[in-house]
């Protein structure tokens, strides 16, 4: 169990580079490379985690109470919401190779030339 | 190269690359072993130094501002790219064609999507409102604020109304707020310098009470200013790709 | 922090406070095992899925797993973000990018 949340982060990890390798569409790999984002994020959350203990939010709980560690939590969450707007930014070159080559398909879309 | 002999090459790459992902991994203390001392360092002090009860926040804005406010101008860097790429296209193809020319509501949108989404916009914005407000308190803040606030505009859009949701979020008044957003959160930074403080030094007062919505100072206001750049990002980017749907369904497209 | 919690801590023995939110440690380990196999699961059928509008749906599904699975982690905040953002925000822009570019791939 100590080493679990390693080993799915791993998958997710593996699984999402073999849908960027194999895909036929750049707004599939768009998405693939999202799943890749979202291991990361489940990487430091899983490192920053102690084990009983509550969420840093001490608003009707005592001062004292153990409680896992922010920093990593407050580095997820600038993360998530950042991540979202630089999709939106490969979404909008996908839609601009779209108008120039007519084509969406990675394949095709090295062998045209500007 | 065929498909074959790639997947076959990229699945051997990825064993060797996962086995020293893995090995490297499993030598750190384990799941829910969490050895360092800033963690609870962080945990101990924050809500005596800043009066903060979301010691999330409190990290964000006040330990770790520096880092929120590269964060937050990447995603104002994107939000910009987004509209300079896709406006450029927009004027190569509609090349002066009225805007009034397109419809109200597109073919398809039953009425009960349009009296569900009509219905929630006023609580989305209002609770976007609540979590960009109350940073310091609880589970909340900037970031996620925002972007619920932004998701009450676009359920104008998803009404049907396009032409209100233009109205309500015209370009250029999005432009700006994102703006004075961006700028607010490095102006908070840089009136701490000029007071002679370090760079975003939490100098207003620190309020009595910890956790109250007036308390900890620069994070409630720096929270704001986040939430208000981080929504118009968003309405900026829906509106450029709502905006290119539409030249589609100009091109006498089906919806 | 006092000594005793400390040293147990360092030791990596499962802390007996009790506050209003307490679960019994199985509990929320079988809770977090259960969503790690979900989302190892949701990750590879999103991957998987080569329609781009029927993964768009996959990934909103899968954002609200990420959602419950950053809460059994005891982080509030990154639910909150994971779910206005991969269940709303990311579907929204990938649909709108869709319909741009159905027209011209019949």
Not at chain 2, 69 to 81: D, H, K, M, N, S
Not at chain 2, 113 to 124: C, H, N, Q, T
Not at chain 3, 56 to 61: G, N, W
Request: charged share 10%; glycine share 10%; with cysteine.
């Amino acid at each position: 169990m100590s080493y679990l949340p390693f080993f799915v982060v791993a998958w997710i990890l593996g699984v999402g580079l073999y849908g960027i390798v194999t895909s036929r569409h750049l707004v599939h790999q768009i998405i693939c490379l999202i799943v890749v984002q979202s291991s990361t994020y489940v990487l430091i959350l899983g490192v920053g985690y102690v084990t009983g203990a509550v969420a840093p939010y001490f608003y009707d709980i005592p001062v004292h109470t153990p409680a896992v560690d922010p920093v990593v939590q407050a580095l997820a969450l600038t993360d998530v919401v950042v991540e979202a707007a630089v999709t939106a930014l490969l979404l909008a070159f996908a839609i601009q190779a779209h108008k120039r080559f007519g084509t969406l398909d990675p394949h095709e879309l090295v062998q045209l030339k500007g | 190269m065929t498909p074959a002999l790639r997947r076959g090459m990229f699945l051997v790459g990825i064993a060797g690359f996962l086995a020293f992902y893995l090995w490297g991994l499993t030598r750190l203390p384990g799941f829910g072993r969490y050895p360092g001392p800033y963690g609870f360092v962080v945990n101990r002090i924050a809500v005596g130094q800043t009066n903060a009860t979301g010691v999330v926040s409190a990290v964000n804005f006040e330990y770790r501002g520096f880092d929120t406010v590269g964060e937050e101008f990447i995603l104002f860097a994107a939000a910009t790219g987004v509209a300079t790429v896709l406006r450029r296209l927009r004027d190569e193809q509609e090349g002066g064609r009225s805007r009034a020319a397109f419809g109200e509501s597109p073919s398809g949108t039953t009425d009960a999507i349009r009296l569900a989404s009509l219905v929630f916009v006023g609580p989305v914005a209002l609770f976007g409102w609540f979590l960009a407000s109350h940073a310091q308190t609880s589970p909340s803040g900037g970031f996620q604020g925002g972007v619920v606030l932004a998701t009450a505009f676009v359920l104008i859009y998803l009404a049907g109304q396009f032409l209100a949701f233009r109205r309500v979020s015209p370009a250029d008044l999005i432009d700006s707020v994102g703006a004075v957003g961006a700028a607010g959160f490095a102006a908070i930074g840089l009136t701490a310098v000029v007071l002679g403080f370090a760079y975003l030094y939490n100098f207003l007062p620190l309020g009595t009470v910890p956790g109250a919505v007036s308390s900890s100072g620069t994070i409630a206001l720096i929270s704001f200013f986040v939430g208000i750049e981080v929504a118009a990002a968003f309405i900026l980017i829906v509106g450029e790709l709502v905006e290119q749907t539409l030249l589609v369904r100009a091109e006498g497209g089906d919806k | 922090m006092t000594p005793q919690v400390a040293d147990a801590l360092a030791a990596g023995q499962p802390m007996a406070v009790v506050t209003p939110y307490t679960v019994q440690p199985a509990l929320m380990d079988a809770l977090q095992v259960v969503l790690l196999i979900l989302v190892a699961a949701g990750a590879t059928v999103v991957a998987l899925t080569r329609v781009p509008v029927r993964q768009t749906v996959a990934l909103s599904a899968y954002g609200l797993l990420l959602a419950v699975l950053f809460l059994a982690f005891q982080a509030p905040d990154v639910t909150l973000s994971e779910l206005v953002v991969g269940a709303v925000a990311l579907p929204i822009l990938l649909l709108l990018a869709l319909t741009r570019v159905r027209r011209r791939e019949k």
